[in-house]
């Protein structure tokens, strides 16, 4: 099974930010055209125990009490969080709620 691979032409959507979100719906897997949002999203507190085993949209940190960096699942508030155009459908699809798009790269894809 073959998927798209980003390959080059990225550059800056100069659309309206406010409307960009409405950009995920007619993007699909076949989609020549696909962009990676940086937005800040907020997990709500209604959804943290049916997704406290595995939560959306892990983070790389160093948690607490630790020197090393790590993968972290977490339930908390994300800010300036660079996500692929699939990635933030499925969380929101699942209750997640984007509160801010900073900015959407777009970028061209060549399938293998």
């Known amino acids: 099974m073959g998927e798209y691979m980003p390959y080059g032409g990225f550059?800056?959507?100069e659309g309206d930010l406010n409307r960009s979100l409405e950009l995920t719906d007619g993007t699909t897997e076949k989609s020549d055209v696909g962009r990676i949002y940086e937005v800040d999203i907020a997990y709500p507190d209604s959804l943290y125990d049916?997704?406290?085993?595995?939560s959306f949209l892990s983070r790389n940190a160093?948690?607490?009490d630790s020197k090393?960096?790590?993968?972290l699942a977490t339930l908390e508030w994300k800010e300036r969080y660079i996500v692929h155009y699939r990635n933030l459908k499925?969380?929101?699809?699942?209750g997640l709620i984007v509160e801010k798009v900073i900015y959407i790269y777009n970028k061209y894809f060549h399938r293998n």
């Open 68 to 71: 090393v960096n790590k993968l």
């Open 62 to 64: 160093i948690p607490p």
């Open 11 to 13: 550059k800056w959507y």
């Open 90 to 94: 499925q969380a929101i699809a699942n």
């Open 50 to 54: 049916a997704h406290n085993d595995l």
